[in-house]
């Protein structure tokens, strides 16, 4: 069965099992229709996002992406802002919002969301599309339910160890 965005939610409500962040990140990319995606998760003794699970990214952009200083690159403008940042096609975006790294991943319809609990910051979860796309409002809402309840998994210390 395929997972969709209110499937995983449903799981991640209805479950005290700890988070396997590899398994959701896939579930997540799958639901969106994505190709790659990330998260990060906020070290809060650094202050910097700390990668947790990735799919679909060059293995030589993974040591770039280990370590996100909030403010830097799409998840650390998402943290920054509190708010969803999202590019039609990074391929093509001269903002300075994506690092210049990441066009090495070859997507375009990107997003990354802050996952957020009671308005704190727990960290990052960024999906991508091998073309250019704009996610609908209701796709952000649904990131964004997916990350509040990462965040209370976090919040409650029911997480998997990263391999």
């Given amino acids: 069965m395929q997972a969709?965005?209110?499937?995983?939610?449903?799981?991640?409500?209805?479950s005290e099992a700890p988070i396997a962040w590899q398994q959701l990140l896939t579930d997540v990319i799958t639901a969106f229709n994505c190709s790659t995606g990330t998260i990060h998760t906020l070290d809060k003794g650094s202050q910097l996002l700390s990668l947790q699970a990735h799919k679909g990214i060059p293995p030589f952009l993974l040591p770039k992406?280990?370590?996100?200083?909030?403010?830097?690159?799409?998840?650390?403008?998402?943290?920054?802002?509190?708010?969803?940042?999202?590019?039609?096609?990074?391929?093509t975006d001269e903002s300075g919002v994506a690092?210049?790294?990441?066009?090495?991943?070859?997507?375009?319809?990107?997003?990354?969301?802050?996952?957020?609990l009671d308005g704190e910051l727990y960290g990052t979860l960024g999906i991508a599309k091998p073309m250019p796309y704009d996610f609908t409002e209701d796709e952000k809402r649904d990131l964004l339910k997916i990350g509040e309840e990462m965040s209370r998994h976090l919040r409650a210390g029911s997480v998997q160890p990263t391999p």
């Fill in 4 to 14: 969709t965005s209110a499937s995983i939610l449903s799981s991640l409500q209805n």
């Fill in 65 to 91: 992406m280990e370590a996100i200083p909030i403010g830097k690159g799409m998840a650390g403008i998402a943290a920054q802002r509190r708010a969803p940042v999202e590019m039609c096609n990074l391929q």
């Fill in 99 to 116: 690092r210049p790294a990441a066009k090495e991943t070859r997507v375009e319809g990107s997003i990354a969301v802050p996952m957020l």
